[in-house]
């Protein structure tokens, strides 16, 4: 073996290697000449050697230790009489066999091995293997995941073996750019396996994360198919830089934007991914440096296992209904007749109405007989429908020792309960390993998804928002119907005196507004192993996103405010399109080495990235006829175009150690250039450090089955965030032209103030954690504490707008976020024909700005549309507002409270904060905190026989929801349609309904309707999410087909909760943490019950 | 394959120095698609073209001006709307209910800010770094137009706000974006000191129709009005005299003062310029003045019927109607009346536009209150018919001093100073273009009301008459008697409205403001 070392590096000198290399060398042919085991296999490293057979292992029989599994009633046999059994492999045995793993697992990928040799054989996908071994050799059966398992041969030609699965421990996880197992992890990560969450209907696959990790917070924002999932790991790590964590798929950070959802992360098809690992602390991200904060979440697609040979497909129809809890409280006909009513003879009696109509004081004709109206029209109602939801995938999969390929191919089809509107995906991904020679793999992934969104992405109708689409229908009058006559809607849903609101069911029926998008991942990949335990690995990723928008307003588009129809000069049609490429290269060395008790993994890698889109965005306006939709048809067309680019570079190394598999330390370090800084200040340095003690494998620590495993960790780092736009560091001129001698004349002026001081915004972040193995393995428990400070987050800083601007992209300020993450996970009951198994995540989550720029807060500061405030002292973005405390019931109390300006008796008292006497927009104060004290998320899986049952809770405590709609349904002019809890209203001091709704006179209306305490719920909430039954049926059930799984589940089942509203995981901002928490009126979140069937073949 | 080893081994380390030595460069990236600070202001063409984006805050000013300096004053009030009240902070300006969170307000504030920021960049980097090509007498084109236009919008704040942060220096930072609150004094000296060197570079208009470029006329104006502001009489009467001189003139119809055909005449000292079109330079006047209506077609002549949202603003008041004389060509070429109907969803469908003339007593205007249908409106910036498809796309100019503004002055800063025989001629130049008779009184305190109401009906919604109360002191007294007249008129206008005290003289600093710089102070009263 030294010889053979030797040999190779006087080759590499001959051919002229460079120093440094060399020396890298002899370190490694020193650990391999020292290393008395290899290191423990990875995924990766498991059996791609091919078949040496290697005369060193005795033919005798193995000394008396190693008797005792041995049938010791079989004779001893000679070398002579194996010879004689069987002598096609050179005094070998042909030993045959079945892996097992239990029940409905599928055992392709496990391995035998004959110990000691390095020969491997793979089984093939029923579990099924040949190896030729001698007669008194060991085979080791191993499968990750599960125990690995010896048997002695002793001659036999048969061996079945059923492996047991493996401590929790023991369990590989995907961490940066690596495995590892679970036990040799210093940092916070955490895995979830696709198949565990299989059955979750989801077109993103963010949905399938909902309850499942301790501190990852996945909210479902919204029902827009496709675009609604927003996540957040320990809670909110930056202001409005973006607070998503970054999304790495194999090893190909995404671009994402969650705001508009244009990014690629939702156009990933859940059905590729094998497993997500969310990386939580310091040491498990910095590693990803400068985009590392908010926290990363690793995607790994799927792989064919060696042996494998496997065509599994996955197929669900699902149907969709909004559930009746949470729709708007509206009055109906009769109940809105009868409230305009009153609202007319208020009128007359306080501001000598005159009807328009009759030129006398009376009750407008619409309103005057309200007994002759029954329910009306509900128009939230008449927007939504049940609607089906399909999926279909189909995944290949084979692998031998030279190649490994798995392609999946899926098409899903998601229609939304609005009518009209929906997304399609069509998305491949074929995954490729080829091992031509011993040491070297060459990998390519292709992954293109091409997707349609139907009517989703909002335009000059958007279906979400205050007074778009869905909020906007709630305002529409019961009076009306949505049909004129058969088949002719009525334009305006206006009854007399009301708001011009179109017939937002037309709106939505006829809405011509589509966006297709067209992306391409590829990712090729060279992995040498240089010498043993040193890889050197190249990576090549591509990203390319083309998106196409088109949308048309034809004469009949109407919205909040504008009936229709409109003349054909007003069409408008839109064309927004853009292509985004973007190309990483990875370099990496890795060297895996063992010395006696100490093992190290160093890695050391060099990686560039350069993204850059061009857009382009026509509009034609002017249209002789709704059926040329097409700009080429416009009598006016302008547009625009653009570009730009970002890029980055990086240094990154880490070592690991540890020493007995009980003490661990890891250190991490990551240099970053960013183009998106000032010249000074592009590059930074994020280094970690951490370490674990596996105090259970202490000599003094007693062997208790109670308490088999304790491990303690720490770590310490520090990470960066660079979401900003591109170029803040330079000052941007527009064009600010005006007319001179006639003629508009070319004028430039400042409208963005760059900041060329402009840097990372740096996370620093602590955590402590065990992990805890208890009651035979039965039940694993982890821990962590985290306390992270973030200085200098990246945030627009608000200055006067005296200073001819009204922000500047600066590091604002600093902030501490902490909290706690458990995560319990138990086998409550194994029995062999019944089992129980229970998941149980809690994340607790708090923080505090701690100083802020001059002192300056964040938001809360106009009159209308501004509900959240970030200030120190308190949490990131409370809501800010007044506290409502009744009315001026009578004139007693008109001439004690203070007043605002348009107070008179009978409408709105606000409390006055600042004691002033009088009340102001002054008065304003925190009205409640945006995130949850904690989040939680519980998973009990049963399986009965073939029957197999699973329950995903998740929920969230401690929050508060602002739900903004009420400043238009509870509007008091008589001109929108409200909640029924508005007839209570204040009349007369002697008929002054139940104190809390003002009266309706005219000019005195508006503070009721501006940000206060009344708009503000309780989040609390737990839901059901998913309710999954499924039976698998026995396998061989036709020739072909190797098992089959038929399931139906619920999703959204059941939703407890006191918020009123549909949805208490909203957040219309997505993302800005600054104005979160406010429901503006929302897509509806569907009810999903669906069928489905896995079914295996070959 | 140890060849393939070596040779990969050669590749990575080389593609490594590689990636290292050109890193720099690679993270150094600029936007191709945007005119940025490190590529402008080079040469002589980029500082014209930074002068001319001076300008474009007049305009945003503008649309405000008209709430905060002719609504909040007796010449116009606005039609209630019942369907929507979007626009609350609109009529809480004219009712005085306005607070620090007025939306217009501040608009107008961070508008006349983003000039003085623009004129500050210039001033700032035309003294650091003159393009070589420069020449002095561009140069003195470039500061004269900057310090005027920076005088003029802090001329605008002052008289709207009070005291004032004042910002002499390009912000570049943070640290310089926070500046407190300057006395009026400093304020207006700095406003004499930019009009005093403005007036030293700047030159009368060589020709009419003029460029729209501020010249010595405008700047002379303005610091005249400045010192008539500031009651010192002697500095403005030269002042006034000299632009009288600059070969300016009356229309001779005062109708033509305002039509688009007309702009920049002899006649206009300085008006913001618009032009229709897709370029982004139109203007929208109209649009606000004339009713909130599902159909414009009947009022703007064009062939699209456009649904206006924005209307029923600055709306004539029957006190201003009452305010001309017998025979004033002035009211008709200064107000319309429009008739029409209501729809079945108690809609104005406007049927035709007809003289004010023949409805000078027109009871009852507001919507949804009565059966009235007839409204008027502000006629200067009605030119029909608007031919463009596009809906608030007009031509019309917003004037800003008028010769006959002016010559008014111009008496009015001779009869402040004793002479009312000289003031005199240069009324009666006024009245007798309007058809009026001419003035006779020779008595100070008469011919002082005289010249107030002349400038009331001859500068009437041109952004003047507030201003004009407040400086002679008659604020108070003409607003207090007005209101108890629209409370009377109005069944919504509430009791505690129109409480005009002292503090109501200037608007609240703008509430975002003091939020942001907690040394800013806010005014008394709000």
Redesign the interface.
């Known amino acids: 073996m030294i010889q053979a070392s030797a040999r ?1 590096i006087s ?2 000198k001959r ?4 120093v440094s ?1 060399t020396l890298l060398f002899h370190l490694a042919s020193f650990a391999q000449d020292t290393t008395a085991k290899k290191p423990l296999p990875t995924r990766d490293t498991v059996p791609p050697h091919p078949v040496i057979i290697r005369d060193t292992v005795p033919l005798k029989p193995p000394a008396a230790k190693d008797s005792a599994s041995r049938d010791t009633t079989q004779p001893t046999r000679t070398p002579a009489s194996d010879t004689l059994v069987s002598d096609t492999s050179g005094g070998k045995l042909e030993v045959t066999g079945t892996v097992s793993l239990g029940a409905g697992v599928d055992p392709s990928g496990s391995s035998v091995e004959v110990k000691g040799t390095g020969h491997t054989t793979p089984t093939d996908s029923t579990g099924h293997y040949v190896i030729h071994a001698p007669p008194y050799s060991v085979l080791i059966f191993s499968h990750v995941g599960y125990l690995t398992t010896e048997q002695s041969v002793n001659g036999r030609t048969s061996i079945d073996v059923r492996l047991g699965q493996e401590a929790n421990t023991l369990q590989q996880v995907v961490v940066s750019y690596g495995k590892l197992l679970k036990r040799d992890i210093t940092a916070a990560v955490s895995m979830v396996n696709s198949t565990a969450v299989q059955d979750v209907t989801a077109s993103e696959f963010g949905q399938k994360l909902q309850g499942q990790v301790a501190g990852l917070e996945v909210q479902q924002t919204s029902g827009i198919p496709g675009q609604a999932i927003v996540f957040q790991i320990r809670g909110a790590a930056s202001l409005n830089s973006g607070n998503q964590p970054l999304i790495v798929v194999d090893g190909q950070p995404l671009n994402s934007d969650v705001t508009s959802g244009t990014g690629d992360i939702n156009l990933i098809s859940p059905d590729e991914i094998e497993s997500y690992s969310v990386l939580k602390d310091a040491a498990a991200t910095s590693l990803y440096g400068s985009r590392a904060s908010n926290g990363v979440i690793l995607i790994t697609t799927k792989t064919a296992k060696i042996g494998q040979t496997s065509i599994t497909a996955n197929v669900y129809y699902g149907l969709q209904t909004v559930p009746m809890r949470g729709r708007p409280d509206l009055m109906d006909a009769q109940q809105f007749a009868t409230f305009m009513n009153g609202f007319y003879q208020d009128k007359i009696t ?5 009807n ?2 009759t ?1 006398t004081p009376s009750i407008p004709a619409d309103y005057a007989n309200p007994a002759q109206y029954g329910k009306g029209t509900d128009w939230y109602g008449a927007l939504i429908h049940t609607a089906p939801m399909e999926n279909y995938s189909v995944n290949m999969s084979f692998g031998t020792a030279k190649t490994s390929s798995s392609t999946t191919m899926n098409y899903f089809n998601q229609q939304g309960t609005l009518y009209n509107t929906g997304m399609q995906r069509y998305a491949f991904r074929s995954n490729n390993e080829y091992r031509p ?1 011993e040491r ?1 793999k060459i990998g390519l992934n292709l992954a293109p998804a091409y997707q349609i969104d139907h009517n989703t992405r909002g335009g000059n109708l958007a279906l979400n928002g205050n007074r778009q689409v869905v909020a906007g229908a709630d305002l529409s009058s019961p009076l009306i119907s949505p049909w004129e006559s058969k088949g002719v809607y009525n334009l ?1 849903t ?1 009854s ?5 609101l179109p017939n937002y069911l037309q709106q939505e029926k006829i809405m011509d507004d589509n966006q297709t998008d067209f992306s391409f991942l590829g990712n090729a990949y ?1 992995d ?1 192993e ?1 010498i043993p335990g040193l890889h ?1 690995k ?1 990576t090549i990723n591509g990203d390319i996103l083309t998106q196409d928008y088109n949308a048309y307003y034809g004469t009949n588009f109407g919205e909040f ?3 229709p129809p ?2 054909p ?2 069409s408008t049609a839109i064309n927004n399109s853009n292509n985004t490429y973007s190309w990483l ?1 990875e ?1 990496t ?1 890795d060297w895996n080495a063992k010395f006696g008790d100490h093992s190290l993994d160093v890695l050391a890698g ?1 990686t ?1 990235q ?1 993204w850059y889109e061009s857009i382009r965005s026509i509009t034609g306006t ?1 249209f002789a006829t709704d059926a040329t939709p097409w700009i080429s048809a416009a ?2 067309t ?1 547009g625009t ?9 990086s240094a990154l190394a880490r070592v690991n150690y540890d020493f007995k598999k009980r003490y661990y330390i890891s250190a991490t370090i990551r240099n970053d ?3 998106r800084f000032g ?1 000074n200040k ?1 590059y930074g340095t994020f280094p970690s450090v951490s370490g674990a003690w596996v105090l259970s494998d202490e000599k003094f620590f007693p062997k208790w089955n109670i308490l088999s495993f304790v491990k303690f960790r720490g770590s310490y780092g520090l990470t960066g965030n660079n979401n900003i736009g ?2 803040t560091q ?5 064009p ?15 409208t963005v ?3 060329p ?1 402009l840097t990372w915004e740096t996370s620093k972040q602590l955590d402590i954690g065990g992990d805890f193995t208890l009651f035979n393995g039965r039940v694993n428990i982890s821990y962590d504490y985290y306390r992270k400070v973030t200085d200098g987050m990246l945030s627009p ?10 922000t ?1 992209e ?1 590091n604002e300020g600093t902030f501490r976020i902490w909290g706690h993450d458990i995560a319990i996970s138990s086998d409550n009951i194994k029995h062999k024909n019944f089992t129980w198994a229970t998941n149980l995540n809690i994340g607790f989550n708090d923080n505090r700005v701690i100083s802020l ?5 964040i938001g ?5 549309d501004d509900y959240n405030r970030t200030a120190v002292g308190h949490r990131i973005g409370e809501f800010y507002g007044y506290v409502f405390q009744g009315l001026y019931l009578n004139q007693q109390q008109f001439a004690e409270y203070p ?1 605002y ?4 008796i009978g409408t709105t008292r606000m409390k006055d904060v600042n004691g002033d006497d009088t009340i ?3 008065d304003r104060t925190f009205i409640g905190r945006t995130n949850p004290k904690f989040i939680y998320g519980l998973t009990n899986t049963f399986t009965f026989k073939n029957w197999d049952a699973n329950i995903i809770v998740a929920g969230q405590v401690g929050n508060k929801i602002m739900n903004t709609n009420l400043q238009n349904i509870q509007n008091l ?3 929108f349609n409200i909640e029924k809890s508005m007839q209570y209203r204040w009349r007369s001091e002697e008929d002054p309904g139940n104190g809390k709704v003002p009266r309706t006179l ?5 503070l009721y309707r501006e940000v206060n305490t009344n708009w503000v719920f309780n989040g609390d909430y737990l839901s059901i999410k998913n309710i999954t039954l499924g039976y698998t049926f026995g396998k061989k059930m036709l020739r072909y087909i190797k098992g089959v799984r038929i399931y139906c589940s619920v999703q959204n089942a059941f939703m407890f909760t006191k918020y009123p509203g549909q949805n208490p995981e909203v957040n219309d901002s997505k993302d800005n943490q600054t104005q979160a928490g406010l429901d503006n009126g929302s897509y509806p979140i569907p009810r999903v019950v669906m069928f489905g069937a896995n079914v295996s073949f070959l | 394959m140890k060849m393939k080893q070596s040779t990969y081994l050669f590749f990575l380390a080389s593609l490594t120095v590689m990636a290292g030595s050109c890193s720099k460069n690679f993270v150094t990236l600029n936007p191709g698609g945007q005119v940025n600070e490190a590529n402008f202001y080079q040469t002589t063409a980029d500082f014209e073209e930074a002068l001319v984006g001076c300008y474009p805050p007049l305009r945003t000013a503008a649309n405000m001006a008209f709430y905060m300096e002719e609504m909040r004053a007796d010449n116009t009030f606005f039609d209630y709307n019942v369907k929507d009240q979007g626009g609350i902070d609109n009529e809480q300006l004219a009712e005085y209910l306005d607070g620090s969170d007025n939306t217009l307000t501040v608009q107008l504030w961070t508008a006349d800010y983003q000039g003085i920021q623009s004129t500050d960049v210039v001033l700032d980097k035309i003294q650091q770094s003159p393009p070589a090509d420069m020449t002095d007498s561009e140069k003195n084109q470039i500061i004269g137009q900057a310090e005027a236009l920076r005088a003029h919008y802090y001329f605008e704040l002052v008289r709207c706000f009070g005291s004032l942060p004042l910002y002499l220096h390009e912000v570049t930072s943070a640290q310089t974006a926070f500046v407190n609150r300057s006395p009026v004094d400093s304020v207006y000296d700095q406003i004499i000191a930019d009009l005093s060197d403005a007036l030293t570079k700047l030159s009368p208009p060589s020709s009419f129709p003029q460029s729209g470029n501020v010249t010595k006329g405008m700047v002379a104006t303005e610091l005249g009005l400045v010192y008539l502001t500031l009651q010192q009489y002697a500095q403005a009467t030269p002042l006034f005299q000299s632009v009288t001189q600059m070969g300016y003139s009356l229309l001779p119809n005062y109708a033509d003062v305002f039509n688009t055909a007309n702009k920049n005449s002899t006649e206009s000292i300085f008006e913001i310029q618009y032009k229709s079109g897709t370029d982004g330079q139109a203007s929208q006047f109209i649009y606000y003045w004339i009713p909130v209506t599902p159909s414009t077609g009947p009022i703007l002549g064009s062939g699209s019927n456009y649904d206006n949202t924005e209307g029923s603003w600055n709306v004539p008041t029957q006190d201003i109607v009452n305010a001309y004389y017998p025979g004033d060509t002035r009211l008709d070429a200064s107000i319309a009346v429009v008739k029409g109907h209501l729809d079945a969803s108690t809609d104005f469908i406007p049927d035709s536009v007809t003289s004010i003339l023949n409805n000078l007593d027109t009871a009852g205007l507001g919507m949804g209150y009565t059966t009235s249908i007839v409204h008027r409106f502000i006629k200067k910036q009605y030119d029909p018919p608007y031919t463009t498809p596009l809906i608030y796309n007009t031509d019309d100019d917003w004037p800003v001093y008028r010769y006959s503004d002016v010559l008014l002055m111009l008496a009015e800063s001779l009869n402040e100073q004793g002479q009312p025989a000289a003031a005199l001629p240069y009324l009666n130049q006024v009245r007798q273009r309007a058809g009026v008779p001419p003035a006779m009184t020779t008595n100070q305190s008469m011919l002082r009301d005289t010249i107030a109401h002349e400038r009331r009906v001859e500068l009437a919604f041109e952004n003047h008459r507030w201003f004009d109360l407040v400086r002679t002191g008659q604020a108070i007294p003409v607003m207090t008697a007005y209101g108890i007249l629209q409370k009377a008129a109005w069944p919504y206008v509430l009791p505690n409205t129109y409480d005009i005290t002292p503090n109501k003289m200037i608007y609240a600093i703008p509430f975002r403001e003091i939020q942001t710089n907690p040394g800013l102070t806010q005014n008394p009263g709000y």
């Open positions: 190779r080759m590499l051919v002229g290697l460079i290399c306080y501001e000598s109405y005159i328009p109509t030129g020679i070297i305006s206006a007399f005196g009301m708001y011009a060279l040498v240089i050197a190249t405010g504008l009936v409109q003349p000069a007003s290269n370099n060395l060099y560039a350069k002017g009598s006016t302008t175009s653009n570009s730009s680019s970002w890029t980055l570079v250039g960013s183009s010249s592009k591109n170029y330079t000052s941007l001129l527009s600010s032209n005006y007319v001179l001698n006639g003629t508009t004349t070319l004028g430039e002026a400042i103030l760059g900041n001081n800083l608000p200055i006067p707008y005296a200073s001819g601007y009204g500047i600066y720029v001059n002192g300056t807060p809360g500061v106009n009159e209308y007043k300006a348009t107070s008179a102001t927009i002054a002019d008589g001109i005219s000019n005195t209306t508006d």
